[in-house]
């Protein structure tokens, strides 16, 4: 699935082994952060790490008996820029969630609308 809308993957820059990954600090705050305090911004930076390249790369198995037995819900950050809400409806219509919950944030609500979080969180 191509994100056109989505600046993350237009801003990483991969590890000479493509053994991981790491999105450029200068888009950082447009990707995750757009809606989060300045004070939550300088705490989660340096929380970021480079993201490992083998999960994405591995093929997941998975067997009509068992997939699907634990109830999907998803939430949607209608403002995120890491991955666009066109691209999160795809994923959660392909495969469906019994739950969609829609928060009009960024990528990372657990900072810029910890409560509203916390109250869908607490709904599943």
Known sequence: MSDTEAVVMANLTMAEDQSYSSVKEEILKEAF??????????????????????????????????FGQIPRVYISCLRDKAISPAIQEKMYTNLPCKKIFRMDTDHSPFFSAPEDLARHLLLI
């Open 33 to 66: 952060y757009v809606n989060c305090s300045d004070e939550d911004i300088r705490f989660a930076q340096p929380l970021l790490v480079p993201e490992a390249s083998a999960p994405f790369l591995t093929p997941v198995i998975t067997t009509e008996e068992k």
